[in-house]
Nanobody, 119 residues
Framework: VELVESGGGLVQAGGSLRLACVVSRFPLGDIFDHYAVGWFHQGPGKLPERVSTIIVEDGTTYYADSVKGRYTISRDNAKNTVYLQMSRLEPEDTAVYYC?????????WGQGTQVTVSS
């Protein structure tokens, strides 16, 4: 399984960014709907933190307390893509954002995309 992120960048505090994670190269017989897909982030000098997850099949979502009300996760099943809409960004949101997908005892990761929020 391959995960490819896009959409990171530099934004001023209070601004918005949308990250995208395209999931591909599924094992034979497997499909996007079988997965939960989400995002971790790791800020400078910090431990990785799970930010948000969505269960593709039914749309159930999870958000870390630090992003509730500011971030929205969604999916487009036709495009095998999960989005993370980030609003009212804060300097503390500065981090590398990694897309991940746990499945059958494994966890697949993307390469990461940098988000930098300037004050």
């Amino acid at each position: 399984v391959e995960l490819v992120e896009s959409g990171g960048g530099l934004v001023q505090a209070g601004g918005s960014l949308r990250l995208a994670c395209v999931v591909s190269r599924f094992p034979l017989g497997d499909i996007f709907d079988h997965y939960a897909v989400g995002w971790f982030h790791q800020g400078p000098g910090k431990l990785p933190e799970r930010v948000s997850t969505i269960i593709v099949e039914d749309g159930t979502t999870y958000y870390a307390d630090s992003v509730k009300g500011r971030y929205t996760i969604s999916r487009d099943n036709a495009k095998n893509t999960v989005y993370l809409q980030m609003s009212r960004l804060e300097p503390e949101d500065t981090a590398v954002y990694y897309c991940y997908a746990p499945e059958a005892g494994k966890v697949y990761w993307g390469q990461g995309t940098q988000v930098t929020v300037s004050s």
